[in-house]
């Protein structure tokens, strides 16, 4: 029932501690899981102390048993170990804390705490943080490595010296932390949360040596697996030796069997990388050599073909080719010409034939009037009137006499050529003669 109180009538401090217990008092004993982290037995005293630590919630309570009650556990029992107490809860009035005061202590048997991990291991690899898809490939070359182990355990030892031993010129950011015992999850979570924000980081490693299935319970809490998984730097696990297999192995990007082994699986070895280097030159070079033998051959081959061994075959071959087409044309040219000649003379010896300079060069004139028109008719001339005679040899001024039927010279005048030779029909007419 609540205690009614007012600025005016507080409740003392006695009071609400009291009332505090009294409700305490109600309840029953429980049944607690816890991780011993300190433990206190003073000698001659007859109640031991414990603080009983719950690793995932970070949360203790104090726990109180008679030493009659821790005896029966002793020897098992001791910080880092998780156990189970029945416990009643309990309030120390005078100083207003709380305690578990225990009638019974057990061990987390080694069954138990298996049956545990492979429950939280099936649970985990059904959410897929265990799929291979999901993992991380390791860069070839890191240029710095983040290491979570043990201070001067033999895990950093083996991680540092096989690494430098391959790659000397690797650098190493590590994080010496608790690798058991009630702190070791939250130091680890917190270094490896610390490397995966480190800008120059490539990959991280955490290392631990062997030990038992409690010693490596730090490694398979679901906290530091999910942190693991959730990691954008690739997370190598380096935990116990081949046979130990903690879930942070299952979660990481890669496994490594031991410490050892992680090393030679983060780095290279420079020895093999420079035998590599030394092959592929190799055999770039035997490559390289065939190649250009190959090529050789082949100009050689090409060179060898007739075309190339004697090109000017191909230049006097066409020279000839040239040499008859161009006689071929020049005889051509001459037929042509001979021809286009012959054609000419013949044309020519026709309008030579057909030439009034033919007909007078065969004693014919031509009559024509003081206007140029030919006299082709007696009746066209006048008696009297001046004519112009043109012959072969030129021409010469006569006058007609006896009405045009007798010329002035005493010639006739009736088509007969002046020299007496037979008249030709044909050009009898001083007109035709003209034309």
Known sequence: MANPSSPEAPLPVGKVSALIGGWIDRLGAIWVEGQITQLSRRPGAGVVFLTLRDPQADVSLTVTCFRSVFDQVADAVQEGARVIVHAKPEWYAARGQLSLRASEIRLVGLGELLARLEQLKRRLAGEGLF???????LPFLPQCVGLVTGRGS?????????????????????????VQGVSAVERVSEAVRELDEHP?????VVARGGGSVEDLLPFSDEGLVRLVAAARTPVVSAIGHEPDQPLLDFVADLRASTPTDAAKRVVPDVGEELAKVRQLRDRARRYVLARVERERHGLDGVRSRPVLAAPQRMLDGRGQEVAGLLERSRRTL?????????????TLARVVALS????????????????????TDPAQVAAGEGLHARVAGGGFDVTADG????????????????DGSPVNDGAADGGAAGR
């Open 131 to 137: 799929a291979a898809d999901r993992k991380k490939p």
């Open 154 to 178: 033999a895990a950093e030892r083996d991680v540092l010296e096989n690494a430098r031993r391959r790659w000397p010129a690797v650098r190493f950011e590590i994080r010496n932390v608790p």
């Open 200 to 204: 120059e980081v490539d990959v991280i």
């Open 334 to 346: 001459n037929h042509r010409l001979e021809h286009a000649q012959s054609d000419l003379g013949h």
């Open 356 to 375: 009034p300079a033919a007909t007078l060069e065969r004693g014919y004139a031509v009559l024509q009037r003081r206007d140029g028109t030919v006299v």
């Open 403 to 418: 009405g045009g039927r007798e010329a002035a010279a005493g010639g006739p005048v009736d088509g007969s050529p002046v």
